[in-house]
Nanobody
Framework: QVQLAESGGGLVQAGGSLRLSCLAA????????MGWYRQAPGKQRELVAI???????TYADSVKGRFTISRDNGKKMVYLQMNSLKPEDTAVYFC??????????????????WGQGTQVTVSS
């Protein structure tokens, strides 16, 4: 079994910063892409940022220049540094990862996993 656990959310004033962390735990052999998504009340879940296992990053236009995604493959973690936060960044932030496990020493194709989410609230 694989679990993704986010941490680092909270309440911050506009213009402030937060750093989210996500740990992939359990029967993790390797991780392909890792990413962050968010969902505001009454809205669909949307992509915030993705990072490949080689470090290639993709950002939503709304966060470019303000957010930075990074990962530590040895620790099986992904991070989201959020600067210059705006009230419109308020949402539940979810970690997502394509995780490979090994069964009897045989590497399996990746399965996609979600964390439980962490609330980020930006006050004006």
């Amino acid at each position: 079994q694989v679990q993704l656990a986010e941490s680092g959310g909270g309440l911050v004033q506009a213009g402030g910063s937060l750093r989210l962390s996500c740990l992939a735990a359990g029967s993790v052999f390797s991780i392909d892409a890792m990413g962050w998504y968010r969902q505001a009340p009454g809205k669909q879940r949307e992509l915030v940022a993705i990072i490949s296992n080689r470090g290639t990053t993709t950002y939503a236009d709304s966060v470019k220049g303000r957010f930075t995604i990074s990962r530590d493959n040895g620790k099986k973690m992904v991070y989201l540094q959020m600067n210059s936060l705006k009230p419109e960044d308020t949402a539940v932030y979810f970690c997502n990862a394509d995780v490979r496990t090994a069964v009897n020493g045989v590497l399996q194709r990746p399965d996609n996993y979600w964390g439980q989410g962490t609330q980020v609230t930006v006050s004006s």
